[in-house]
């Protein structure tokens, strides 16, 4: 029987084109949906990111899917054979002992995968803004090392050890204080704070247009949001005898240092942690659930406002010191921006440029895609959309965007986010904007039109129009205007 062809994962992969045909496996079955791509409720991007390959994992995010007899209805119609038993989940080989990244979690598929061991990958833009909170499987990985798997394994080992480094080591062990998991959800106030991470790379693409850059070419899906809860870092400090300002300041205090179980070093300004608006918790929830392992468990340094680095995956101490962590993303090049003028580290002060912390004002379009063609009649107006964020929790006030390459702006509506205190703005703003067409050329070509935009934050800081003057050697911070080229057809 026809339904019982049998076909290969590998068959299927190479099913991902209208060309090929677009293929995708679901359970232990094998569809061919060329035809209703088109027709899909959900659009054609969204159905597209799952050519090839199985669309089980896209829909334990999009469940409406699950259960729903229009959906059994379509895939009766469309169903072509089976997959090979030989490539079903969970039977894909042996894990290799050797490797350190066997055993980690996996990767969602709708992910852009710019490298597998360590991942990093991003959110695609079709996905981005389709909630304000992310959902935990598809936020952006950014990690420098394999995820921790075997140290974090015994659940009755797990803790944080917290202690007090001033002048010398010896001071550090006499301090030293163990808090198990169980300690911190039992003795401690359980503090909720939604706030949006951001790689320092993020946008690092549109750097290299300018000139090379070291580092992932990211594009602007290396950012998300969620709710996080624990507990509140400035209550761990007191419980550390340094309660207030001036205890940090008898003691010689200026630095919070996170260290992971992957070896990650970074720190943090005392003044950030010890600010009662400033909101920084060690978390051990994310959306609601524990937090999953590739996003930190059992717990994660959230710092709001602060580049993605400083807020530590799978925490397992914190030290209070009167220096900063030590380590290539704290201290050395990794994270710090230099003029556009350095070429090269020769000759250059590392240690006088400070590192990342807070990050400056950023908007991305994220809707329409660039590179789209645009069906419009003449006086019609186009729907654009996309996130603005700031760093240090400064809200964002106002987002222009422009039609015509930034000769002329129209004010955009600040939607999801907006309602954020605006000192305390810690996840990001979902803006929107109506803008009239303009003026169709005619022709088979279509008219081509440059979108961009920009935010304003609470100080009135604003997105620089190009990257050539913000250029910098390891491409980071990148809020340039961002624009997306477009076509439209009538
Ligand atoms: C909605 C079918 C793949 C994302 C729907 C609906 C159907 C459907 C029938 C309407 C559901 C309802 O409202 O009752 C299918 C079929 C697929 C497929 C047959 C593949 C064989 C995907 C994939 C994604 C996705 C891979 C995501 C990457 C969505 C979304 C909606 C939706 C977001 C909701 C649209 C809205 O509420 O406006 N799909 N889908 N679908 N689908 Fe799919």
């Given at each position: 029987h026809l339904l019982q062809r049998v076909f290969s994962r590998a068959d299927v992969e190479q099913h991902n084109t209208t060309e090929a045909g677009i293929w995708v496996i679901r359970g232990d079955k094998v569809y061919d949906i060329t035809e209703f791509v088109q027709n899909h409720p959900g659009g054609a991007s969204k159905i597209m990111l799952a050519a090839g390959k199985s669309v089980d994992p896209f829909w334990r995010v999009y469940?409406?899917?699950?259960?729903?007899e229009a959906v059994e209805e379509l895939l009766r119609e469309m169903q072509i054979g089976v997959l090979d038993p030989k490539d079903a989940?969970?039977?894909?080989?042996?894990?290799?002992?050797?490797?350190?990244?066997?055993?980690e979690p996996a990767t969602h598929p709708a992910l852009s995968v710019h490298?597998?061991?360590?991942v990093n990958a991003e959110i695609p833009p079709s996905l981005?803004?389709?909630?304000?909170i992310t959902p935990n499987e598809l936020w952006y990985v950014r990690h420098?090392?394999?995820?921790p798997m075997e140290a974090i394994d015994d659940d009755a080992e797990l803790g944080l050890d917290l202690s007090v480094a001033v002048?010398?080591?010896?001071?550090k062990e006499a301090q030293r204080i163990r808090l198990s998991l169980e300690d911190l959800k039992r003795d401690f106030e359980k503090k909720k704070v939604v706030a949006t991470m951001q790689c320092g790379?993020?946008?690092r693409g549109g750097l290299n247009g300018v000139d090379g850059t070291k580092g992932t070419s990211w594009d602007v899906g290396a950012i998300s949001n969620a709710e996080w809860a624990g507990v509140p870092l400035a209550a761990l400090l007191t419980r550390a005898g340094v309660d207030s300002p001036e205890a940090a300041e008898r003691m010689g205090i200026k630095h919070v240092q996170f260290e992971s179980h992957d070896g990650m070093l970074a720190s943090i300004p005392i003044e950030k942690a010890l600010?009662?608006?400033?909101?920084a918790i060690v978390a051990y929830e994310m959306n609601g659930e524990p937090i999953p392992r590739k996003n930190g468990y059992p717990l994660r340094a959230i710092v709001p406002?602060?580049?993605?680095?400083?807020?530590?995956?799978?925490?397992?101490s914190i030290t209070l010191s009167s220096e900063e962590s030590e380590g290539p993303w704290q201290?050395?090049?990794?994270y710090k921006v230099f003029s556009?003028?350095?070429?090269?580290?020769?000759?250059?002060?590392?240690?006088?440029v400070p590192t990342i912390q807070e990050q400056p004002v950023q908007s991305v379009i994220v809707?329409?895609?660039?590179?789209e063609r645009i069906e419009v009649i003449e006086g019609e107006e186009l729907e654009i959309r996309g996130y603005s964020w700031s760093g240090?929790?400064?809200?964002?006030i106002r987002v222009d965007v422009s039609v015509d390459g930034g000769k002329t702006w129209h004010t955009a509506k600040l939607g999801e986010?907006?309602?954020?205190?605006p000192n305390r703005a810690w996840a990001w703003t979902f803006w929107e904007a109506t803008v009239p067409a303009p003026a169709l050329k005619g022709g088979e070509a279509g008219t081509k039109v440059d979108i961009c935009c920009k935010a304003t934050d609470y100080a009135h800081n604003c997105q620089p129009e190009t990257p050539d003057s913000i250029w910098n050697l390891r491409g980071l911070?990148?809020?340039s205007w961002h624009h997306v080229k477009v076509v439209l057809e009538d």
């Open positions: 469940q409406q899917h699950l259960g729903n989940e969970g039977l894909a080989g042996e894990v290799d002992p050797a490797d350190p990244f066997a055993r490298y597998a061991k360590p981005l803004m389709d909630s304000w420098h090392h394999p995820v002048g010398g080591g010896g001071e790379g993020n946008r600010n009662p608006y400033g909101d406002g602060f580049v993605g680095v400083r807020n530590v995956k799978w925490l397992k201290r050395g090049m990794n556009p003028s350095v070429k090269d580290l020769n000759g250059v002060d590392i240690a006088s809707s329409p895609a660039d590179g240090g929790g400064r809200g964002v986010g907006s309602n954020q205190n911070n990148n809020n």
